[in-house]
């Protein structure tokens, strides 16, 4: 087979770590994998081939937050793509996350139109079939069932400083995304299956494949190396929709007895309590698994998510989680492992942390591990390989 990748990012970030492990995979077994990626990695690889540059990326992003167009600028980088990169010579054309200031959706969906090759496409949230938001379910708006107008989520990712085209992007997206004869769409959670079904992308083939992770890095080690009880959030920019608020109300109602540790980049202008211990955003596998392996429980207390890997990683290193009831959260939480939780519940988060103060983080650890091994990536990488196959007999 011969398969090209297109992703916002290549090894960095949930989504450039399926990337990066599914195109390590079809190469050792012996097919043909080229990827396309944004930012955030430099390569010398022919076959991983990154678009555009610092200033396309910061042009596509002004025209983003001055005329709310994100996914139609990087035109030029994208025709220069498009005129090197011959679609046609692949099997399969496999799509992630085309937003992300780096591709021109037009262009990109014109060319696969007429490249006549089976499209796979993995959404790994929202904004495909809204006209604005990557996540609707905070504000609790269902305008993308019939039509965006008036975003209430102008602010928020993909950031509108000015103007209001929701109404202009969803149907621009609608027309462009529809009339492909050969696309599988992906979801890595029910729950986004689910409101793909109700979108104006409904009539396609939507199948269901979770994300997987590598177990044979994220796992228990054999000795917690911190006498007292730790709570550990994670989240790439603890930005309000990732529940920074429940760990700075934590930190004012919990017992002196247990620390706080948060990891990830914070907004600008953020003060943490001196009782949260913040460390900086880290890609670094083994460091991330140190801190899993500290924490006698993770809390990710994300508002509006798909499938967060940072709850199986924990789990993977037996460590509980405790998670609120929110997108594909629940798919990955049971009370085997840890606790699901309504949104917004402080009082029932905090009863949950005393349980797993109370029992031990040992009580749910063999469980926590049980549990992650459904999220294997051997699993994930297989339920796409036999996708692939399946795709290419029709």
Same mark, same amino acid.
């Given at each position: 087979?011969?398969?090209?990748?297109?992703?916002?990012?290549?090894?960095?970030?949930?989504?450039?770590?399926?990337?990066?492990?599914?195109?390590?995979?079809?190469?050792?077994?012996?097919?043909?994998?080229?990827?396309?990626?944004?930012?955030?990695?430099?390569? %010398?690889?022919? =076959? *991983? $081939?990154? /678009?555009? +540059?610092?200033?396309? !990326?910061?042009? #596509?992003?002004?025209?983003?937050?001055?005329?709310?167009?994100?996914?139609?600028?990087?035109?030029?980088?994208?025709?220069?793509?498009?005129?090197?990169?011959?679609? %046609?010579?692949? =099997? *399969? $054309?496999? /799509?992630? +996350?085309?937003?992300? !200031?780096?591709? #021109?959706?037009?262009?990109?969906?014109?060319?696969?139109?007429?490249?006549?090759?089976?499209?796979?496409?993995?959404?790994?949230?929202?904004?495909?079939?809204?006209?604005?938001?990557?996540?609707?379910?905070?504000?609790?708006?269902?305008?993308?069932?019939?039509?965006?107008?008036?975003?209430?989520?102008?602010?928020?990712?993909?950031?509108?400083?000015?103007?209001?085209?929701?109404?202009?992007?969803?149907?621009?997206?609608?027309?462009?995304?529809?009339?492909?004869?050969?696309?599988?769409?992906?979801?890595?959670?029910?729950?986004?299956?689910?409101?793909?079904?109700?979108?104006?992308?409904?009539?396609?083939?939507?199948?269901?494949?979770?994300?997987?992770?590598?177990?044979?890095?994220?796992?228990?080690?054999?000795?917690?190396?911190?006498?007292?009880?730790?709570?550990?959030?994670?989240?790439?920019?603890?930005?309000?929709?990732?529940?920074?608020?429940?760990?700075?109300?934590?930190?004012?109602?919990?017992?002196?007895?247990?620390?706080?540790?948060?990891?990830?980049?914070?907004?600008?202008?953020?003060?943490?309590?001196?009782?949260?211990?913040?460390?900086?955003?880290?890609?670094?596998?083994?460091?991330?698994?140190?801190?899993?392996?500290?924490?006698?429980?993770?809390?990710?207390?994300?508002?509006?998510?798909?499938?967060?890997t940072t709850s199986i990683e924990a789990l993977a290193c037996g460590t509980p989680v405790i998670t609120y009831d929110t997108g594909g959260s629940k798919e990955i939480v049971d009370?085997?492992?840890?606790?699901?939780?309504?949104?917004y519940h402080i009082h029932a988060m905090m009863d949950a942390i005393y349980e797993v103060k109370n029992k031990g983080k040992l009580f749910y650890q063999t469980k926590a591990v049980?549990?992650?091994?459904?999220?294997?990536?051997?699993?994930?990488?297989?339920?796409?390989?036999?996708?692939?196959k399946e795709v290419l007999k029709q």
């Amino acid at each position: 087979m011969n398969i090209l990748h297109i992703n916002v990012t290549y090894q960095f970030g949930s989504t450039g770590k399926i990337v990066k492990s599914m195109h390590e995979m079809l190469t050792k077994e012996g097919h043909h994998s080229k990827v396309i990626y944004g930012r955030n990695y430099e390569s %010398n690889d022919n =076959d *991983i $081939i990154k /678009i555009g +540059n610092q200033v396309s !990326y910061q042009l #596509h992003g002004l025209k983003t937050r001055f005329l709310d167009r994100h996914g139609f600028g990087s035109y030029l980088d994208t025709k220069r793509l498009l005129s090197h990169i011959h679609l %046609n010579t692949f =099997d *399969i $054309i496999h /799509i992630h +996350n085309i937003h992300g !200031y780096y591709i #021109h959706v037009g262009l990109l969906f014109e060319a696969l139109k007429q490249s006549g090759k089976k499209i796979i496409w993995t959404l790994h949230d929202s904004w495909s079939y809204t006209g604005h938001c990557a996540y609707y379910d905070a504000v609790g708006c269902m305008k993308w069932i019939d039509g965006c107008h008036h975003c209430p989520q102008k602010h928020s990712y993909p950031q509108s400083i000015v103007l209001d085209q929701s109404k202009k992007n969803y149907k621009d997206k609608k027309q462009i995304f529809n009339g492909l004869k050969d696309l599988t769409l992906v979801t890595p959670s029910d729950w986004l299956r689910h409101d793909v079904e109700k979108s104006f992308l409904k009539d396609y083939n939507i199948q269901t494949i979770h994300n997987g992770i590598d177990l044979s890095q994220f796992k228990p080690l054999k000795h917690k190396s911190n006498e007292r009880f730790t709570i550990l959030g994670i989240a790439s920019i603890w930005e309000k929709r990732k529940g920074l608020d429940a760990f700075i109300e934590l930190s004012k109602t919990l017992s002196d007895d247990i620390d706080i540790i948060l990891i990830g980049k914070l907004m600008k202008g953020t003060k943490l309590p001196l009782r949260i211990k913040h460390i900086t955003r880290t890609e670094n596998i083994q460091e991330l698994v140190h801190y899993y392996n500290l924490a006698d429980v993770m809390i990710n207390p994300t508002i509006e998510d798909n499938l967060p890997t940072t709850s199986i990683e924990a789990l993977a290193c037996g460590t509980p989680v405790i998670t609120y009831d929110t997108g594909g959260s629940k798919e990955i939480v049971d009370d085997t492992c840890g606790f699901v939780i309504p949104k917004y519940h402080i009082h029932a988060m905090m009863d949950a942390i005393y349980e797993v103060k109370n029992k031990g983080k040992l009580f749910y650890q063999t469980k926590a591990v049980k549990k992650a091994s459904y999220f294997k990536a051997e699993r994930m990488r297989d339920a796409y390989m036999a996708l692939y196959k399946e795709v290419l007999k029709q």
